[in-house]
């Protein structure tokens, strides 16, 4: 009675099976409560039916190992589907009762409702899922060193950022050998002072996979402490390759905003330079003019005033120099066929060329078509090919000229210049100058485009610097590739034109125009380059008013309009400069012809968004004939 009571009211379920049949011989209030069925129901149902259908075939095959002897009991967790069609989990422990032939004739079941336990069990798989996918996108793992064992145990995204099977136990020798030497002392030494003293650890260092691959970690950690001593390390690892790339692009971009700034800032500084230095230059070279015109021929004064004109001519040069380096200056283009601009520069080249030289060249024809100006075209390649028998000379040796299309997805990032120059066209003209000379030490490499800097002698180095400046403003590139001993090639990318070359002509001179004497207003802010220009249009017979300012030149102008047939201004004056100056005269006297002057160059200049445009442009220094010349142009 006692049993019976017991079986009951027992709080897990118990059931009695016919292991023969499979049916339900007995069971108690419990089970009834688990499966929602009534006693009455459950009496003679075949067990199996309560089973989910997922469940069965794999349920049946442990039970018939357990029935036939196989396995010493029954044991499993499954699913069963409850009267009202709802899913509950249960643990069945089972044992038989067998007869003397060996047979199971009865089964005595316990059964568990575990169904909390398994839904805490998926929440926590679900969680535990969630943490993996976020850590895999996130490229973070989890890690544990336990500090009395020295074995690591990884997660299974450590094992994946370190590119090995997730075994997920690793020893601390074989964990380490993932770090090269200069991290893993850092490393070491990190969780060395973890040991002794339990501080935390918070790294970012290289680490190489098992597959060879490098990457960035940040490893971060921290002690757990048992009875006041450290125990084991536990944190995380993150693969941040990614960022540590980004942060090189950032500071690869600021670096080079710092150099297009400093460019930008020497740019202004040298048109500021070069304006001031032409504008004395015209006041120097102009009256060593006027003066020399005064002197016998041949004379010891005239002799030295001829040098000094020369000295003031290549000081002019330089500054036009300075600004072509910068890709300020700027001549007339059209459309050229790349390869006859090349093959006349060639032509020319070869009068001076040397006997042990041989110039090869590969020239389409035709060629690919550009907007440039054949002089600043043929002043690369000369410049190009005397740098490259430089290299090669006193040895015999090879120049190669190529040209040829090239997609802008070919031009190498590695030694172009202008630095911050990139592709904006899908199709270059590539001019390419191989050499079999010394070579480039890579040292020299960031070098070779620096005004002044040449490994011949002091006072050399301005020829690339040229070759850039002209490359640069026509918004192109250029690209190095050398090897010591191994020889040079140079390429210059031109944006290609859309237009087709127009057939070079031989242009006649024209005939001398007749000389005609005219009233000349001269608005200039410099004394010097005033004085001049007022002496050498007075000596060619002409009648000259100056005026020191714009507002000046208004006034003039107003009281004597109709005597006055042509204007001389600088563009750059104090108060109303050129253009506003130009604009006043042509509302007081509408076409009146105007020649501007100015020491920046002519592109800069004619720039200038203004709807009065000048007749003719004088590029400071000017001589008294260029200036001549312009003053019939305009009247003529």
Sequence with gaps: ?????????????????????????????????????????????????????????????????????????????????????????VRLNASFIRGDDGLAYRTAAICEDISERKQAEEALRQSEDLLQRIGAIARIGAWELDLRTLKFHWSLETCHIHEID??????????????????????????????????????????????????????????????????????????????????????????????????????????????????????????????????????????????????????????????TYLGQRRAAVETLDLSDVAEEALRRLQEGQPPQIVVESVLPSPGPAISANSKEIQGIINKLVINACEAIAPRNGVIRVAIQKVPADQIPSANRAPV??????????????????????????????????????????????????????????????????????????????????????????SPSQSSRKATILVVEDEPGVRGFTTLALSQSGHTVLAAATGSEAVRLFRQRADQIDCVVCDVTMPEMNGWETLTALRELKQGIPVILVSGHPEEQVMNEGVAERPQYFLQKPYSKRALGEAVQRVLN
């Design 420 to 509: 911050e120059w990139q592709p904006s066209a899908p199709e270059y003209a590539c001019l390419e100058i191989t050499d079999t000379g010394d070579g480039i030490k890579p040292d020299a490499m960031d070098k070779i485009f620096d005004p002044f800097y040449s490994t011949k002698f002091i006072g050399r180095g301005l020829g690339l610097s040229i070759v850039l400046g002209t490359v640069r403003s026509l918004h192109g590139a250029i690209t190095v590739e050398s090897e010591p001993g191994r020889g040079t090639v140079f390429r210059t990318y031109l944006p290609l034109s859309q237009s087709t070359p127009r057939p070079r002509s031989v242009t006649s001179a």
């Design 166 to 323: 997730p075994s997920g136990i690793l020893a601390y020798d074989e964990a380490i050998r993932f770090y090269p030497p200069e991290a893993r002392m850092l490393v070491e030494s990190a969780i060395r002072r973890a040991r002794e003293h339990g501080t935390s650890l918070d790294l970012e260092v290289p680490s190489i996979t098992a597959k060879g691959r490098s990457l960035w970690v940040r490893i971060q950690g921290s002690v757990l402490m048992e009875n006041g001593s450290p125990v084991k390390l536990r944190g995380s690892i993150q693969d941040i390759t990614d960022q540590k790339l980004a942060e090189a692009d950032k500071d690869h971009l600021a670096e080079l905003n710092l150099h297009h700034q400093k460019s930008e800032s020497l740019s202004r500084m040298a048109g500021a330079v070069a304006h001031h230095f032409n504008n004395q230059l015209q006041a120097v070279m102009g009256n060593i003019e006027l003066v020399a015109g005064d002197l016998p021929p041949g004379s010891g004064a005239a002799r030295g005033l001829f040098e000094a004109m020369n000295a003031a001519r290549k000081a002019a040069e330089m500054s036009g120099l300075m600004l």
């Design 1 to 89: 009675m006692e049993f019976r009571a017991f079986f009951e009211v027992a709080s897990v379920g118990l059931i009695q099976v016919d292991p023969r049949n499979g049916r339900i011989l007995r069971n108690n209030q419990k089970f009834s409560e688990i499966t929602g069925y009534s006693n009455e129901e459950l009496d003679g149902m075949e067990i199996c039916t309560l089973t989910h259908p997922d469940d069965r075939l794999r349920d049946w095959e442990i039970f018939s190992r357990a029935a036939r002897g196989e396995t010493p009991d029954y044991r499993n967790e499954k699913r069963y589907v409850r009267k009202d069609g709802s899913t509950v989990w």
